[in-house]
């Protein structure tokens, strides 16, 4: 019974997915917006630009 208050009481602590979160988006969006953003910056970085930290812009098609 201990164990069952234990996880709910848990569960509660984080923010929900659909609570209010930072620029008008839920929590949830703006973590989706986030690993989006994470993704296309690894996409556009060349390797060879990590090394001196000046990131260059890649080339569209």
Known sequence: MFSALLLTGLAACGPAQNDPG????TVGEAQALDEAAKMLDERNTPPDSI???????????
Not at 51 to 61: F, L
Request: charged residues 25%.
């Open 22 to 25: 930072p620029g008008g988006v």
């Open 51 to 61: 090394d001196d930290g000046q990131a260059v812009p890649a080339e569209t098609e």
